[in-house]
């Protein structure tokens, strides 16, 4: 198999650049900002990731939002923003609801100056796994009481709210996401590890999915979030050509989702060997 012709090359009508190419703002161990300012000019797109949990918040004040608007205009940098979200699995009961609403509100109204391509949002799961819940229909209704009142607050176009696919089987929450207008994250490593026909994914998703995510499974200890040198090159390049495939004018972003410098680095490499 040949390579997937210029996909990091392709350019809209408008002259902006179809996929942004970046990595997440954990590459190095050292605070949010410091990550932007060691990758700017070096990526094309960063993915913020912030928490918000008993352990602390990493929430930028006036100067850091400050800086990350100039570092955006100074080196044609694009950001995605991942909400805030659970370390591990929630109960989804009404306490839940109201902080999961309230999170998203705080992080819109926080960082939307800075126009994010999309938030990454996880609609959390009571258990890791392929079954979310021991109740899943109490589950869904939960996320489905967050997404109507997420979505009657118009605080950004819904589209731009991206469901992320997590461990569980995206089909369980596809029809509240599509009913809500809400965009998605297409998490491709995600899929991999899960065993689900990410193929399938792209295909069915595609046109909705405002950033991919993408990291490599290691083989030994089979965890995800490493390089992409792990992923056969002939799985890589029929993924450029799904993705060459995906219609749209709006830029949309590839997020190297891995935290260190040289699962970035060999990552990166290797898609650019392949795709452009």
């Known amino acids: 198999m040949g390579k997937s012709v210029g996909l990091l090359n392709y350019r809209n009508g408008h002259g902006q650049k179809k996929w ?19 990758l700017a000019g070096r990526t094309e797109d960063i993915e913020l990731i912030f928490y918000d949990n008993q352990w602390g918040s990493n929430w930028p004040n006036s100067e850091e939002l400050a800086e990350l608007r100039e570092l955006a205009g100074q080196y044609d940098l694009s950001y995605t923003v991942h909400i805030p979200s659970a370390l591990g699995t929630v109960t989804c009961d009404s306490k839940w609801e109201e902080q999961n ?5 705080r992080t819109i109204d926080c960082l939307e100056e800075l126009h994010p391509l999309a938030y990454v949002w996880h609609w959390e799961a009571e258990r890791f796994g392929k079954l979310p819940s021991a109740n899943v229909e109490g589950w869904r209704g939960a996320l489905q009481r967050v997404a109507e ?29 599509c009913a809500y207008d809400y965009g998605i994250t297409l998490d491709i490593g995600h899929l991999w590890i899960g065993g689900y026909d990410w193929e399938k994914a792209i295909n069915k998703y595609g046109a909705r999915t405002k950033t991919v995510h993408l990291h490599g499974i290691e083989p030994f200890s ?25 219609v749209g004018e709006q830029p949309r972003s590839i997020t190297l989702e891995v935290f260190t410098e040289d699962d970035w ?12």
């Open 222 to 246: 089979q965890k995800d979030h490493h390089s992409l040198i792990h992923q056969p090159a002939e799985q890589l390049q029929r993924l450029g050509t799904l993705l060459s495939s995906i």
């Open 101 to 105: 609403y309230a999170l998203v509100g």
């Open 265 to 276: 680095l060999s990552s990166e490499h290797r898609l650019r060997q392949l795709w452009s």
């Open 149 to 177: 009142r997420v979505e009657k607050a118009h605080w950004v176009a819904p589209q731009r709210l991206a469901v992320e696919t997590l461990s569980y089987p995206f089909e369980l929450i596809a029809d509240l996401v």
């Open 20 to 38: 942004r190419l970046g990595t997440t703002s954990c590459v190095y161990e050292c605070p949010l900002l410091d990550n932007v300012r060691r």
